[in-house]
């Protein structure tokens, strides 16, 4: 964080009140030391060309992928399937176009890249995945890579709510390999559930990119963020709730929802208790703030958002990558079992929640630790 501030004192385009608030958000942000940036964002002014955006994707993708492969014993020729998102930066050729070069994959090979759709979609790509995995023969590969690249959405104007993003987001990316075959598959992928809030104006504005009254193109972050994302929340909950709740935790919400219509308006509705259903939780580290909301309506120990607020402190946000930075938290503490059900939720521009359920098929062998949490789970939870 200080050479952060320092960098951010030296800007020209913020003045002593931007640099104030901006300082302020970060000691409140809940990140740590040792988030990364990438080095163009060093530079004073920023340099924020399409030649490092590139460099940037290509930086923490491509390490992704190469673990991937290390991990897995997979060849880049198995691979039947890829599918990519990323919001901000959508070059041409595509994501899918740079990896299928980097590694000389198939020329019959079905790719797919996902755009604009915020931090949540992570889950949507794996869904997308899912479904041509279906139509596909049976033993198929297919290769997920979720990335954000923070240089060339840097914002260099003073509007306040245009600057946060600069406070939340950081370099990373995650590479996932589903396949159809149970044997060599540690998680299974049982519900998809996705919820979509675009049609109300005040949540398809809450996270919108635009130009400020200078002209400076940024990402806006409406005060209501937070407010909206609970609201979308109480949505897929209800929604995933049905389809993972054990029946006497459904009787218990319909009772106080009954209750509420019949006797008293003023009743206060039964939160089920989701750890009744799952055994881990995977929040979307947007910020502390969301963290918190999202712990608080669900009733969650500091335990169970545990994963998030380490991968938080630890990466930043990473955006739709954030989930597997989670997941991989809680299998570097070895705390996954057979028949263990993982919860991920991710929010996103738009305004999106959308939920995956994960039920873990083989418990974890014990070999070393690997990325990205090697060289630091020793060190956490802080």
């Not at 880049?76 to 590694?103: E, H, L, Q, R, W």
């Not at 055994?279 to 963290?291: D, E």
């Not at 028949?339 to 929010?347: C, I």
Request: aromatic share 8%.
């Amino acid at each position: 964080m200080g050479s952060f501030t320092e960098n951010a004192r030296n800007m020209p385009y913020l003045d002593d009140g931007s640099f104030r608030f901006l300082t302020r958000m970060l000691e409140r942000s809940g990140l740590g030391d040792q988030t990364y940036l990438h080095p163009s964002l060093h530079n004073i002014p920023p340099r924020c060309s399409l030649s490092d955006s590139r460099d940037e994707a290509e930086q923490v993708i491509f390490a992704a992928i190469d673990d991937l492969l290390a991990k897995t014993g997979i060849s880049p020729g198995a691979i039947d399937i890829i599918v990519t998102n990323c919001t901000a930066f959508n070059p041409t050729p595509s994501f899918t176009d740079m990896i299928i070069n980097k590694y000389k994959l198939r020329s019959d090979i079905r790719d797919a890249h996902i755009s604009g759709m915020g931090c949540s979609a992570g889950v949507i790509s794996m869904e997308v995945a899912r479904n041509l995995l279906r139509a596909a023969p049976r033993g198929a590969h297919a290769l997920v890579v979720s990335t954000e690249t923070t240089s060339l959405i840097n914002y260099t104007g003073k509007n306040r709510a245009m600057l946060l993003p600069a406070v939340l987001f950081r370099m990373g990316a995650a590479a996932v390999l589903l396949s159809t075959s149970k044997s060599t598959s540690r998680f299974r992928l049982t519900h998809v559930v996705r919820t979509l809030t675009a049609a109300q104006d005040r949540a398809y504005r809450c996270a919108y990119q635009e130009e400020d009254e200078e002209g400076q193109t940024g990402i806006n972050l409406s005060k209501d963020l937070v407010a909206i994302a609970g609201e979308t929340l109480k949505a897929n909950i209800v929604a995933i709730g049905s389809l993972v709740l054990p029946p006497s935790e459904k009787l218990l919400f319909a009772l106080s929802f009954v209750a509420r219509k019949v006797l008293n308006r003023k009743t206060k509705l039964y939160v089920p208790d989701f750890r009744t259903a799952f055994q881990h939780f995977c929040i979307h580290s947007g910020g502390r703030a969301v963290i918190d909301a999202v712990q608080t309506s669900l009733c969650l120990s500091d335990e169970d958002v545990e994963p998030s607020r380490m991968t938080l402190h630890r990466f930043g946000n990473t955006s739709s990558s954030s989930l597997w930075y989670e997941l991989a938290y809680i299998e570097a503490k070895r705390r996954t079992r057979k028949g263990d059900r993982v919860w991920m939720v991710g929010f996103g521009s738009g305004f999106k929640c959308n939920s995956a359920v994960w039920e873990c098929i083989r418990s974890p062998s014990n070999s070393p630790i690997g990325a990205p949490w090697a060289d630091s789970i020793h060190h956490y939870p802080v």
